[in-house]
């Protein structure tokens, strides 16, 4: 019998706070969001400031996003994207920390551009 619903999370990882919502996406077309958990986190001020994310700051956001992969886990998350916008565009080693986040975590963050993030 194939599953009536599927579940996903977005992510945002944002200039002054991180957020996860969790959707519920069913057979018949319904959308329903499940929760939203979010996270205060200024990496703006360091980034704009410093164009670095500082090593402190990367720790915060390993720690976040596993806790938001074992609320995932709760729902049963089957699928889930993750996003920086322009905090961690504007970091010069925006490459060094998505690949440690990916390998501290086992998620994948991407990076939206500005006119992906107005949209």
């Known amino acids: ?48 400031r410093h ?10 956001l390993v720690r976040i996003l596993q806790g938001y992969r074992q609320v995932m886990e709760t729902y049963g998350v089957q699928d889930y994207r993750a996003y920086g916008t322009s905090a961690m565009r504007e970091t010069d080693d925006i490459d060094i920390v998505l690949e440690l986040l990916r390998q501290r975590t086992g998620m994948t963050v991407g990076i939206l551009s500005n006119s992906e993030q107005r949209f």
């Open 51 to 60: 164009r670095r994310i500082s090593t402190a700051h990367i720790d915060e």
């Open 1 to 48: 019998m194939a599953k009536k619903t599927t579940t996903f999370a977005a992510i945002d990882l944002g200039s002054y706070e991180t957020g996860m919502k969790i959707y519920e996406f069913r057979r018949d077309g319904q959308i329903r969001e499940l929760d939203h958990v979010r996270h205060r986190i200024d990496l703006g001020t360091e980034t704009y």
